[in-house]
């Protein structure tokens, strides 16, 4: 299995530029979320899924958008960058088992100018 | 709200001593708790979980942590700490109702040899 994963790995944006974050994962978990980490600051939720077609936000969703069309993918898409959104975003996925353990991605840096 | 707090930023210890890091939550009913460890560079990777039953769990790479209800914490230790130790390390609880996670700011470990 190759887990999670997210490309690209590293990114530079302008301000108002978009983009899309992609993140698979092959374990066949119902749940997946999208964290920003920034420093002294852990880790924020963005979005979240509990399933296919089903998504809602977290902690701090004002600038991105998801969809979950499939189990394996839940993209990230930031519909007009900001220097704000400069950060380092993970995608997580667990089971539904009330097991609750997130299995992370390596993470996306980007930079937004 | 859940809330989780990790009261030191950074702590630096010597090869060899022992470790606590210390994690205090807020949430309303009965917490899932867990430690996840970040190397530089790297997605988190699950420490240990608590869930119920005996309130000392053991986790991976030598780590324990204790639930203690009563001062609503679940500190993270180690006896005897080693160089590859060095990483940052996130307390979370989850909201079993809505399957999300939330971190505390995370505490950076340094080793000194």
């Known amino acids: 299995n190759a887990g999670v994963t997210q490309t690209p790995k590293f990114q530079v944006l302008k301000t108002g530029q978009s983009m899309t974050l992609q993140c698979a994962q092959d374990?066949?978990?119902?749940?997946m979320s999208w964290y920003r980490q920034d420093p002294g600051m852990g880790l924020r939720l963005i979005h979240y899924?509990?399933?296919?077609?089903?998504?809602d936000q977290g902690e701090v969703p004002n600038g991105y958008n998801v969809s979950r069309s499939t189990t394996e993918d839940f993209p990230l898409r930031l519909l007009s960058a900001a220097p704000s959104q400069t950060s380092v975003y993970f995608c997580?996925?667990?089971?539904?088992?009330?097991?609750?353990?997130?299995?992370f991605g390596p993470g996306t840096r980007l930079t937004v100018t | 709200a859940q809330s989780v707090t990790q009261p030191d930023i950074h702590i630096t210890v010597s090869e060899g001593a022992s470790l606590e890091l210390r994690c205090n939550y807020s949430y309303g009913a009965t917490p899932y708790l867990f430690w996840y460890v970040q190397s530089p560079g790297q997605g988190l990777q699950l420490l240990l979980k608590y869930f119920s039953g005996d309130t000392l769990v053991q986790g991976i790479k030598g780590f324990e942590a204790e639930f203690k209800r009563s001062q609503s914490s679940f500190n993270l230790r180690k006896p005897s700490v080693h160089w590859s130790d060095a990483a940052e390390y996130f307390c979370a609880v989850v909201n079993t109702n809505a399957g999300k996670s939330t971190f505390g700011d995370g505490t950076t470990l340094t080793v000194k040899p």
């Open positions: 899924s509990v399933g296919a077609g089903i998504t």
């Open positions: 374990m066949n978990h119902e749940y």
């Open positions: 997580a996925s667990s089971y539904s088992d009330n097991s609750y353990e997130q299995y």
